[in-house]
């Protein structure tokens, strides 16, 4: 039981990083920083998988990345990226996974607490992403901001406006594989109606 329950978390990982990829190939170029999906799937893999697969979901991302295969934002691929102008962005995307997914295993399914999950967490991708920005182009922080977060908040509270949908619809889908999945933790009184 716990090998086929560690099975199907891995697989959903695996789905979840596919979809990041996916996600990638959906951009439109506008400057150094694309517009594109990826954030969405990001933030989904945190509401459904918690902390720990949503943090490996995109772990396993960022490694098929950096081995080449063309799974970054226009198809690419390569550690360059990770260097590059949104190689911040990048590594962005692996902590808001982890703390969006830590927020949503104590959210217990509540509305609130997972729109939060996934403003903190585009909140974390911007500070790494404009971070990174503005160091490795020397631009001052008010025109990195201008080019590397502004311009998409409009886009990325639509994606969050999509995500938690998602989230809620493929949940119970899914339930069994994490505390979170059924929106409700389990109480250590016993008692589920909390």
Not at 104 to 132: C, D, P, Q
Request: aromatic share 10%; with cysteine; charged share 10%.
């Amino acid at each position: 039981m716990n090998d086929d329950l560690s099975i199907r978390r891995l697989v959903f990982a695996a789905m979840m990083a596919a979809m990041i990829s996916v996600g990638a190939y959906l951009a439109i170029p506008i400057g150094p920083v694309p517009i594109v999906l990826q954030n969405l799937f990001v933030l989904v893999a945190g509401l459904l998988l918690g902390s720990r697969w949503a943090a490996i979901s995109v772990g396993v991302y960022l490694l098929a990345g950096v081995c080449g295969l063309p799974v970054f934002a226009g198809g690419t691929g390569g550690i360059g990226r990770l260097i590059g102008p949104t190689g911040g962005y990048l590594f962005g995307f692996l902590a808001a996974a982890y703390l969006v997914g830590l927020i949503a295993e104590r959210a217990r399914g509540r509305f609130f607490w997972e729109v939060l999950a996934m403003v903190i967490g585009s909140i974390v991708i911007y500070t790494f992403g404009v971070a990174w920005l503005k160091l490795i182009t020397g631009m001052t922080l008010s025109k990195t901001m201008a080019i590397g977060c502004y311009p998409f908040i409009p886009g990325d509270v639509i994606k969050m406006a999509v995500a938690l949908p998602i989230a809620r619809t493929v949940r119970p889908m899914i339930q069994g594989l994490s505390p979170n999945f059924s929106g409700r933790l389990p109480c250590k009184t016993g008692n589920t109606d909390n």
